[in-house]
Structure formats: structure tokens, C-alpha cells
């Protein structure tokens, strides 16, 4: 397997841009979690999903950022506008159970000027 | 939520020394799992570990669920273990909650 692919891996763009981030979780794994890392917060959870429905939005950090999972296959990450503060690496992971081994992708590195 | 801290917060070694790395957790956990950071920012899977003792090469990881602690080690230390490692727990809040991690520096 490919394991959990993100795409891109950076992307540079300016305050009030739109950014999507895109996310393909290992097959045949039913849950699919949207994490940012920072250095002042370090790893975060921001959403996760099970067969292809949010379970646990909680961690979304505003309204300007939604996610969503239209098939097992593909997710993505939306920024709308983006701000210089959502500045940080957006990991996605994938599970084939709750509790079970996540299993993350490389990361899409956002920068935002 | 469930506090999940790691010790020490960083660590320098030279090349063939043995290392032992501690994660304690504030409540029970239903997952626990150790990863690498390696410098390209790579978070890779060591070792998924909720309870007991598991060995991988030179890298070994003892969960003892009941003290609420995770200890990693690493023998032979090499350059290539450098970086960051995570422990990471799965609790009651049902969520992945990392702890701040371990910087390791092996020097050649």
C-alpha cells in the first residue's frame, strides 16, 4: 500500500487566499483525522472522520476552516480566508479502527503570508 | 482532558549509546502509540503499544497501563535516530493527544 498520501506537500499563498489541503487515507481504513502541528501547540486534532461522516469537529479552530470526506478515498482541508496564523504543517492519518494504529501521511507544510 | 507527559524534553547522545525515553499519562488509555519525527518532518510509527512489551531492532517499548507510564529504548544509538519522538494516547476523550515530545540529538 501507498500508505495515507497528502497533497501538497507546501504551499506558500496570501492572507484572505482560499487553500485546500487534500488528503487519500490507506485503503480499506474507515477513519480519517485532520491534524495541525504548531510550535507553540504542538500536535492537535481538528476533525476526524468515520466512513466518510465527522464524528468530532471540536478541535476546528473557526468558521474559515471546514473539512470534508465526499468518499472513502479522498478528504479535504479547507482555509476560506486564510490568515497568518493558520501558518503551521497539516498532518491527515488514517485508522482501521477507533482506538486502533493511525498511520499519518507526510504533511502539507502551509505557509501563509 | 487526558495530560500526557514526556521526559526528557531533550536528550544529546553520542554514536552507540543506549537511551531510555518516559511517557506518563494522567488517566487509562485505550491506545498508545510511539513515533519518530525524523528532521524531514516524517511522523513514522514505531511502535503501537497499549499495554505490555514489544521489541523492533535496536528499539524496544514497555507500556505498564496500570502505572499509567510508557518508557522507549533505544540501543546502539545511531545519527539517523535523531529527531523527535512523540508519544501519543487514546483516552476516554476519545481523541490522539500527543505529549510535546523528546528531541534527540545522536552525534557521530
Known amino acids: 500500500d501507498a500508505g495515507v498520501i497528502q497533497s501538497p506537500r507546501h504551499e506558500v499563498t496570501e492572507m484572505g487566499q482560499e487553500v485546500t489541503l487534500r488528503c487519500k487515507p490507506i485503503?480499506?481504513?474507515?477513519?480519517l483525522f485532520w491534524y495541525r502541528q504548531t510550535m507553540m501547540r504542538g500536535l492537535e486534532l481538528l476533525i476526524y472522520?468515520?466512513?466518510?461522516?465527522?464524528?468530532?469537529d471540536s478541535g476546528m479552530p473557526e468558521d474559515r476552516f471546514s473539512a470534508k470526506m465526499p468518499n472513502a478515498s479522498f478528504s479535504t482541508l479547507k482555509i476560506q480566508p486564510s490568515e497568518p496564523r493558520d501558518s503551521a504543517v497539516y498532518f491527515c492519518?488514517?485508522?482501521?479502527?477507533?482506538?486502533?494504529?493511525?498511520?499519518f501521511g507526510p504533511g502539507t507544510r502551509l505557509t501563509v503570508l | 482532558g487526558i495530560q500526557v507527559e514526556q521526559s526528557p524534553p531533550d536528550l544529546i547522545l553520542q554514536e552507540g549509546a543506549n537511551s531510555t525515553l518516559r511517557c506518563n499519562f494522567s488517566d487509562s488509555v485505550n491506545n498508545l502509540q510511539w513515533f519518530h519525527q525524523n528532521p524531514w518532518g516524517q511522523l513514522i510509527n514505531l511502535f503501537y503499544?497499549?499495554?505490555g512489551t514489544k521489541q523492533n531492532g535496536r528499539l524496544s517499548a514497555t507500556t505498564v497501563a496500570t502505572e499509567r507510564y510508557s518508557l522507549l529504548y533505544i540501543s546502539s544509538s545511531q545519527t539517523t535516530d535523531s529527531g523527535v519522538y512523540f508519544c501519543?494516547?487514546?483516552?476516554?476523550?476519545?481523541?490522539?493527544?500527543f505529549g510535546k515530545g523528546t528531541l534527540l540529538t545522536v552525534n557521530p
Open positions: 485503503s480499506g481504513h474507515d477513519y
Open positions: 472522520f468515520n466512513n466518510n461522516v465527522p464524528i468530532d
Open positions: 501519543a494516547v487514546w483516552g476516554s476523550n476519545y481523541k490522539l493527544t
Open positions: 503499544i497499549p499495554s
Open positions: 492519518a488514517s485508522s482501521s479502527r477507533l482506538a486502533g494504529e493511525q498511520f
